[in-house]
């Protein structure tokens, strides 16, 4: 038998297993999108198709967590892992059977984000237990870098797989990236922290216990709940943006103009978390520091994007936009995998995901709702009504959609003014010291007794 491998070269391997499986499953949702819309011809069941997985992640997640936290990473990832490569076996026979309809994909979609809510908090409560404290944010950047090059090679790969192999070679594709994940997984030691005990003992308390316990825990350390806060503000202007940018581009560039705009944003990426790879960045004492200067240049791209109908004006904002969103999705992470109890890492991060998820949501819907019923109506669809509004954003199709990510702009810059005043935020690296050398060095004897 091939002995496990633990430490820093365990995580590489973890993650290229994962980074194979996030790439093609990535590659086998924009195929999939589609193959339903060229069956159904319908934009609805296409935007439902992109809004459902939300609907399991936020119910499942806060049971998710403390599953993780009693099964441990390992086993977690283990059950997802092997979930989503039956579920894609599924499509697999289906496809090749002649037997696939549109409307099965919605059962695929729930069960895959159903296990992708236990898979998220799985690997972050691994990350801390392979790798030690001061390479964290250097996994976590090789995390971050695994999102973003999946999201630019994604749509490029669809579109050339499609052709080449069809919606059947795809698919069959991702199950076998999620065989060589589950073996990368199987090759991994990562330690089985023992289970928290409950004040007086007596019986195992429910998952709902659980959950309310990791609930206590963030309650009890106000600087993570303002650091999820935080997070859900950056979360609320990734949904409203992704929303509104399409249409803003499409109104004076045309589908090839969004391609460029959105390919140089995905771009912003991988740029920040290769640098995430490279370099330990930011600092301890510079972390919240970083992260309120990233959101306040977030808020500040999403103007920009408004201020004229360019291509080139708008790829430097999204790729800005995007850079400063990786950046504080993978700082807060590093923060949390450094600063929580590792017995409490699996339900802690599920409620922090679920916290992030909601307000993108959320932005999602006010966004369509806003523009297409209030701001592009009394803005003007084809030209400019106001004198004022054209000088501030620009005359022309479309300048309604500027005017709403203005507003989104000045918003989140007055939260950012409000997050900086929040004392438990600005004490959070006093307040909350990060666990140290000697608990890593444990939990590496940990790993080489298994």
Sequence with gaps: MTPSTS????????????????ATSSVSSFALGVYCFLQSG???????????????FLLVAPLAGPLVDRWGAKRAMLVSTTGSMLVALLMTVLLWTDTFA??????????????????????????PLLVPPDQIPRATGMRMLAIGVSAVVGP????????????????????LSLLLA???????????????????????????????????????????????????????????????????????????????VMSVGALGMVVVSGAFSIWNWPPPRHRVTGLLA????????????????????????????????????????????????????????????AVSMTPQLVGNLLAGALCDWVVVPLVGRDRVRSETVALLVGDGPGRGYALSLIGLGVVTALAVALLARSGRLRRLEQELPDLGGPEHQDLDGVAAAR
């Design 102 to 127: 549109v409307w099965q994909v919605y059962f695929i979609v729930l069960v895959t984000a159903t296990l992708r809510a236990l898979d998220l908090p799985a690997f972050e409560a691994a990350l």
């Design 294 to 353: 990233a959101l306040f240049l977030f808020s500040a791209s999403v103007v920009l994007a408004a201020l004229r109908p360019s291509v080139a004006l708008l790829a430097v904002a999204v790729f800005l936009f995007m850079g400063c969103a990786t950046f504080i999705a993978g700082t807060v992470q590093t923060v949390w995998q450094v600063k929580v109890e590792p017995q409490m890492l699996g339900r802690t991060t599920a409620l922090r995901n």
């Design 156 to 175: 490029v790969l669809a579109g050339a797989l499609l052709v080449a192999v069809d919606i059947e070679g795809i698919v069959a594709l991702n199950c």
């Design 42 to 56: 319908s934009v609805t069941s296409l935007a439902v198709l992109y809004a459902l997985p939300f609907v399991p």
């Design 7 to 22: 430490g820093f070269r365990a995580y590489v391997l973890l993650w290229t297993g994962q980074f194979a499986a996030l």
């Design 182 to 260: 589950l073996g990368t997984l199987a090759l991994v030691r990562i330690p089985r922290l023992p289970v928290l005990e409950t004040a007086g003992g007596g019986a195992r308390p429910s998952l709902l216990a659980d959950a309310r316990a990791g609930w206590h825990y963030l309650t009890a350390q106000p600087g993570l709940l303002s650091l999820a806060a935080l997070l859900g503000l950056m979360s609320f202007g990734v949904g409203f943006g992704e929303l509104v940018l399409p249409p803003l581009v499409l109104a004076f560039a045309g589908a090839d103009g969004l391609g460029l």
